[in-house]
């Protein structure tokens, strides 16, 4: 299911009258005369100065490490960067680094890289349509978790696991990668080549599930315990109504990645129907908690 059938389907059981503008990207949403809206995927349950400290890398970084809460290094740029500074830091982190737009979300505007003149090359073409980059040290993440969190309550946790593939002597790199991940490459034309057996190859170094990754649900207590207990910190410090969470597990310690503002499960609900049941009720406690 599409997010925007989800939505029109929550408003008709909710008896809310829905008009979608803006080519598909404003929700107005009427209901005993008073009018709400959701932006894309954010729905305006976080007050306006959250929300514009989870949609900036940089900041929310400045606040979790100002309250000892675990979270992967940041350095702002801007566009009078100075190279000896940004020479200095890749040097700091061992020649090896990720760069991205400070306010980018979904992967996107995000490179990994362990050249000086590419990292020049990269910021410059980020700089055109970006007014601050975050620089920061590649990590070596085993695995990265997401955790939705609406009304201070967790209302799903799950881990993704990257597109990486074992050859078998026998199916080319397509087959494996479908295998893998049926819905994100059963349309991509990757390659026919047969992958030797025992072969590691990884498709795609990033976790996001629009980039190839699969979701899989946590159920280890132990983990669920240590991801509650950071996000616990997380609401403390941060007044977050609505929002989703990645957490990162690194050399057995648990760090934050971001925290994002909107919440995006389009990928992650069309796995399964039993996924398409939790977003939608999830989806649904955010449009009730709008017209409290």
């Not at 648990?254 to 939608?280: C, R």
Request: charged fraction near 30%; proline fraction near 1%.
């Amino acid at each position: 299911m599409e997010y925007k059938e989800v939505i029109k389907k929550i408003c008709e059981e909710e008896n809310i009258k829905l008009n979608i503008v803006s080519n598909n990207w404003i929700y107005i949403l009427e209901k005993n005369n008073i009018i709400k809206y959701i932006v894309g995927y954010t729905f305006g349950l976080n007050k306006d100065s959250i929300a514009k400290i989870l949609d900036d890398k940089y900041a929310l970084y400045s606040i979790l490490y100002k309250f000892n809460i675990p979270i992967i290094e940041h350095n702002l740029l801007y566009k009078n960067y100075n190279k000896l500074l940004v020479k200095e830091l890749f040097l700091k982190y061992n020649k090896d680094i990720v760069i991205k737009a400070n306010m980018s979300f979904g992967g996107k505007d995000v490179y990994h890289l362990k050249s000086l003149k590419e990292l020049y090359k990269v910021m410059d073409k980020l700089f055109i349509k970006n007014y601050s980059l975050s620089l920061c040290p590649y990590q070596d993440i085993n695995t990265e978790y997401r955790i939705i969190v609406l009304n201070k309550d967790i209302k799903l946790i799950y881990k993704k696991i990257k597109p990486i593939v074992i050859g078998d002597g026998k199916s080319t790199y397509q087959e494996l990668l479908e295998r893998f991940n049926p819905n994100y490459f059963k349309n991509k034309n990757i390659s026919h080549k047969i992958i030797k057996k025992g072969r590691i190859k990884e498709y795609n170094w990033q976790f996001n599930l629009s980039k190839g990754a699969m979701a899989q649900e946590e159920n280890n207590q132990d983990v669920i315990k240590e991801l509650k207990k950071i996000v616990k910190m997380i609401l403390k410090v941060i007044d977050i109504n609505f929002a989703s969470i990645d957490i990162a597990l690194i050399n057995n310690e648990y760090k934050v990645l971001e925290i994002n503002n909107g919440v995006t499960l389009t990928k992650y609900m069309n796995i399964s129907f039993e996924n398409e049941k939790k977003v939608y009720n999830i989806y649904k406690d955010a449009i009730k908690e709008l017209f409290k």
